[in-house]
């Protein structure tokens, strides 16, 4: 049995999660394009929900693909 996963945001002492910062949305995204369950990014449901937020702005922003391989 493995022990349980902490939230890297929390571990980290993130308080707001910016939908402008590419490279840590990016750990959160599968190479499809899809946003990381939390079963398997390990956050907690704060956390998660910020990152789900800001995914989806940036991606309406143009500043994330919707789809892997298509560029903005």
């Known amino acids: ?3 349980r996963k902490v939230c890297p945001m929390c571990e980290g002492a993130v308080r707001n999660i910016d ?3 590419e490279k840590t ?3 959160f995204i599968t190479e499809r394009g899809k946003i990381l369950p939390r ?3 390990g956050m907690c449901a704060r ?3 910020q990152v789900g937020t800001a995914i989806k702005r940036g991606r309406f ?3 994330i693909p ?3 391989g ?3």
């Open 19 to 21: 939908y402008k910062d």
């Open 70 to 72: 298509h560029e903005a």
């Open 47 to 49: 956390h998660q929900r």
């Open 25 to 27: 949305l990016g750990r």
């Open 1 to 3: 049995m493995r022990g």
């Open 39 to 41: 079963r398997i990014s």
């Open 66 to 68: 919707y789809i892997a």
């Open 61 to 63: 922003l143009a500043l």
